[in-house]
């Protein structure tokens, strides 16, 4: 699997769009990742975070699709504001847990993600989002 995962800071849909040809890049504040499904894993976390079964929160829409097709090409999506309140108001302790759990869940459908890296990931999300919450704008990410 090779993917590129970028999630940034967006006052809005209409803006997030425009990162969906070439990405965040500069005009936006975004953590760059690579490698694992984030469709799947927003979804994942927020079952871990704030409860409720991964096939209702695919029914509801989530993640809700801001540009882009699902399919070949590129993607941008919003983080849920019910994800975003979680990671802003988790503990450490609390998204570690997430992060322990998460690589379980992956490695259960024979993905390797490495723990620390993991860790990392869901930790650098939640300050993201509590940077986005302080400037009153949302999380998306963009993938290709």
């Known amino acids: 699997m090779s993917i590129i995962v970028e999630f940034f800071v967006a006052p809005d849909d209409a803006s997030a769009s425009l990162a969906l040809r070439t990405g965040p890049g500069r005009a936006f504040e975004s953590l760059s990742f690579g490698n694992f499904d984030p469709e799947e894993t927003v979804v994942e976390w927020e079952c871990l975070l704030a ?30 504001p019910r994800l975003s309140t979680a990671l802003a108001d988790a503990t450490h302790s609390r998204l570690s847990d997430v992060a322990a759990s998460w690589t379980r869940l992956r490695a259960e459908d024979g993905e390797v993600i490495d723990a620390e890296i993991a860790d990392a990931i869901v930790g ?11 400037q009153n704008q949302g999380v998306y990410c963009w993938v290709a």
């Open 124 to 134: 650098d999300l939640a300050a993201l989002v509590s940077s986005a919450r302080r």
């Open 51 to 80: 409860g409720g079964s991964f096939e209702d929160l695919v029914e509801a829409g989530e993640p809700r699709i801001v540009a882009g097709q699902d399919n070949d090409g590129c993607v941008v999506f919003a983080i849920s």
